[in-house]
Structures are given as C-alpha cells and as structure tokens.
C-alpha cells in the first residue's frame, strides 16, 4: 500500500495515557475513540491530522498501559502507520492486531520534520521525505498477511473460516 501525507512528529516515551487519556476508557469503537487521539499531548492534533498522514515518534512509542484503545484512535483519524526509533511492545503487537502499520526506523526519525510532506510503501517499508528515502525493515510474509487482512481478527477468519 502507497500512501502520503504529512509528518506529525512526537518525541520519546509517547506513553498510551498521552495517545488517548483514561477518560475516555469507556469509549470502545474507533468512531468514539478517534476525536480524543493525542488529546493528552496536542489538544488540537485531530484539527490537523489527514487520512494518508503519518505519525513519527522517538524512542519507546507507546509506552504504558497495555490498552488497546491507543492504537486504534491512531488509526481511526486516519493515520496509515506510525514510525518510531522503538516500540513498547505490547503497543508494538497491538497495532499489528487492529491492522496499523509500525515500522522501527532511527534514521527516518532523525531526519522528520513536522509538518514535511512524505510519502510511503507499506509493504516494503521504504519513506521519502525531503529528497531522501529511507528503509525500515519491511513486515515478515505472516504479519503482512495480517496487515492486508486489516487485523489480526479479520486475519483469523479467513484464514479458518475458507
């Protein structure tokens, strides 16, 4: 999947109560939960945000409480992936269950610029912003198959329900 957008930048330990504060815990379908994504760090990020854009963090994105809940506000304002220098892991397999792309690439974090033009293969992992590409290291056959699937659900019931 190809996609462009815009940088929205962050720094490091992005922590999931930031992503979508405990408040909104109650909320469950991304409809209800995306208008409150990064309320807890940048009220005005969903004003700003475009489906196609992409979110860059530093090191330790998503750290925190294991909710669920995070990724999917991320996803649900229509973010195609997020790159980060590292991932908390739960966040990390989190994203890969709803379907949202995550790619570990230092380089590219160096190099953003918030509010830069950039563009996207997901499937390979490649980024150009600013005249330069950079490589993340692209999903494995398995979690590609996840992420074409849009999920880890949807995954599972095709792959056992054929």
């Known amino acids: 999947m190809n996609t ?14 930031v ?12 409809e209800d939960l995306g208008p409150h994504c990064m309320e807890g ?5 969903t004003a700003r945000v475009a ?11 998503g750290t925190g409480s294991s909710r669920e809940h995070a990724p999917i506000a991320i996803k649900a304002v229509g973010v195609s992936c997020i790159v ?10 989190n994203a890969i269950n709803i379907g949202l792309p995550v790619f570990e690439c230092p380089e590219l974090v160096e190099a953003a610029q918030n509010g830069a033009s950039i563009s996207a293969d997901l499937k390979l992992g490649t980024f150009e912003t600013n005249g330069k590409h950079f490589q993340a290291k692209p999903f494995s056959p398995y979690i ?19």
């Open 41 to 45: 760090i940048d009220p005005s990020f």
């Open 84 to 93: 980060a220098v590292s991932f908390a892991r739960i966040f990390y397999r």
């Open 4 to 17: 462009t957008g815009k940088i929205h930048l962050f720094g490091d330990h992005i922590d999931t109560d």
């Open 51 to 61: 489906r196609g854009d992409i979110m860059i963090g530093g090191k330790n994105f």
């Open 19 to 30: 992503i979508l504060p405990g408040k909104y815990l109650n909320l469950y379908t991304p």
């Open 144 to 162: 590609q198959r996840i992420m074409d699937s849009g999920g880890l659900v949807n995954f599972v019931r095709t792959e056992f329900n054929q």
